[in-house]
Structure formats: structure tokens, C-alpha cells
């Protein structure tokens, strides 16, 4: 049973910083590529950034410079440190692991190869303005 669990967000006033964690366990995840996804009330989730097997990363344009994402795969754990946050940053954060270990470009949009095999619960981040 792969399961993964989201930390760290909470209520920040723009500007501030976050550093969301995600915990993967029933797996080794060193092979696979990982992203973090956002939802806000009455739209789609969507892509924030990728990291493949790797460590080769890529981001949502909005979120470029101040967004990193990384993995420790001796500690099987994704983050997501985010600075400079902007009210348009509140979401519920999701983690995800892929089913391979490569990215793609398709449509506009990056994505890991072959699709997302399990999500976490998701993590609330919040930005004041």
C-alpha cells in the first residue's frame, strides 16, 4: 500500500514563504517522477511542478522563481518550498506520484510519462493580502 501525506501549509501574508513536505511510504519513489498539483474552490487542479527520477525539474510559468521543488530520496520525501507568495497561491496543495520517471511536454503543459499512480490528501495553503 503506497501512501502519501502532505505538510506544512497554513496562513502566510503575501510575501511570505511555506515549505510544503510529502511523505511517501510502501515505496521506493527514487525511480519515479513526483509533482505537486494545486486546486482552488471552483476550478481544475493543476500542475505546479514536476521533478523527474533524475532531479530535473519543471514549473508552472506563474510560479517560476519562486517556487522549488526537490526530493530526498534517502528520506522518500518531496518538497515544495514557495517564497514570495501571492493571494492567487491559495489552494489545497496535492503531491503525487507518477508512474514512470520521465516528463513531457504535451499541449502546453508538462506532465509525468505516463500519468500519476497516487495522490495525497492534500495540504491547505492560505495567502492573505
Known amino acids: 500500500q503506497v501512501n502519501l501525506v502532505e505538510s506544512g501549509g497554513g496562513s502566510v501574508q503575501s510575501g511570505g514563504s511555506l515549505r510544503l513536505s510529502c511523505t511517501v511510504s510502501g515505496s521506493d519513489f527514487s525511480p519515479y517522477c513526483l509533482a505537486w498539483f494545486r486546486q482552488a474552490p471552483g476550478k481544475t487542479r493543476d500542475a505546479v511542478a514536476h521533478i523527474d527520477a533524475d532531479g530535473i525539474t519543471r514549473y508552472r510559468d506563474s510560479v517560476k522563481g519562486r517556487f522549488t521543488i526537490s526530493r530526498d530520496n534517502d528520506k522518500n520525501t518531496l518538497y515544495l518550498q514557495m517564497n514570495n507568495l501571492k493571494p492567487e497561491d491559495t489552494a489545497m496543495y496535492y503531491c503525487?506520484?507518477?508512474?514512470?520517471?520521465?516528463?513531457?511536454?504535451?499541449?502546453?503543459?508538462?506532465?509525468?510519462?505516463?500519468?500519476?499512480?497516487?495522490w495525497g490528501q492534500g495540504t491547505q495553503v492560505t495567502v492573505s493580502s
Open positions: 503525487t506520484l507518477a508512474a514512470s520517471g520521465t516528463i513531457e511536454y504535451y499541449a502546453g503543459t508538462y506532465n509525468c510519462r505516463g500519468g500519476y499512480s497516487f
